[in-house]
């Protein structure tokens, strides 16, 4: 019996779905300065108590000062930078959007193929109340096992079918798949125009079947809180969705500010 072609859709979600959770998996959760064949896993001790966590200590800082890439902002001042990560939909980013447009904050959503291919209106509505699109690449592969070429390829396709789908300029921003970087995937990215954006703030927030509410993702990144930190949420989770009100009314209310990442001049910073 054939398979339908809502069927085949759901079929093709699901197995991108499995893909890339194990990608977060294996990325996001690595230890700090992990080191595998030449790639670095961007882990780190995180933020207490106010203070920095421990990024300008790992054994990659010197790749990320030499191609300019940003985790940081101005640490002297209490600014915050919103980056979420959208692999593909799970029924959040509208709510997401809802509430970042109700508390006038700007954001940053990287981008992979599949939720181009699969959510153009969503990514109208993003690019339409002015938050940044940014490349999460179109397969979400290790850019470290592939060739150069193969990382343009990637990069192109996310940025070009981005372009026909809203009014946005070139990108800007791209986030390695993963995590995972070395020099040459920093090095073939910049010379593409995009600048590197990593984070200071993270959970494991990823994993849809572990969701804790709202109140464990409103403490995760409340307690991370520091000067200049670059937020990673993913748009998957269900409790991020829930708790981001009250994520933005906490910041505020300790005096935190959230910019757009364009604003920010990195090479000051670094």
């Known amino acids: 019996m054939p398979i339908s072609g809502g069927k085949r859709m759901r079929k093709k979600a699901a197995a991108f779905l499995a893909a890339i959770t194990l990608c977060w998996t294996l990325g996001s ?9 030449g790639a670095y896993h961007f882990g ?4 207490k108590g106010g203070q920095l966590p421990s990024i300008a200590e790992e054994g990659f800082m010197p790749i990320l000062k030499k191609h300019e890439a940003i985790f940081l902002g101005n640490t002297a001042v209490k600014e915050l930078y919103l980056t979420f990560d959208n692999g593909y939909e799970n029924g959040y980013t ?3 959007l809802d509430v970042l447009k109700k508390k006038q904050v700007p954001a940053v959503f990287f981008v992979t193929g599949h939720y181009v291919k699969t959510e153009p209106q969503l990514l109208k509505r993003m690019a339409d109340e002015g938050h ?3 490349n999460h690449s179109w397969s979400h592969p290790d ?6 070429a193969q990382i343009k390829e990637e990069l192109d396709k996310v940025n070009q079918e981005v372009a026909k789908l809203t009014n946005q300029p070139a990108m800007k921003f791209v986030r390695p798949p993963r995590g995972i970087f070395n020099d040459r995937v920093l090095e073939v990215s910049k010379q593409l125009g995009y ?8 959970y494991r927030d990823w994993e849809t079947n572990l969701q804790r509410g709202a109140d464990y993702a409103y403490t995760n990144v409340m307690n991370q809180l520091h000067p200049g930190a670059v937020i990673l949420l993913h748009s998957v989770s269900r409790d991020n969705a829930q708790a981001l009100e009250r994520i933005i009314d906490g910041a505020r209310g300790l005096g935190y500010e959230f910019k757009r990442l364009d604003s920010l001049d990195v090479k000051v910073y670094l």
């Open 94 to 96: 509208g709510p997401i």
């Open 195 to 202: 600048t590197n954006v990593f984070w200071s703030i993270a």
């Open 29 to 37: 959760a690595a230890p700090a300065s992990a080191y595998e064949g």
């Open 143 to 148: 850019m470290t096992q592939v060739s150069s």
């Open 44 to 47: 780190f001790k995180k933020s």
């Open 132 to 134: 940044l699109i940014g």
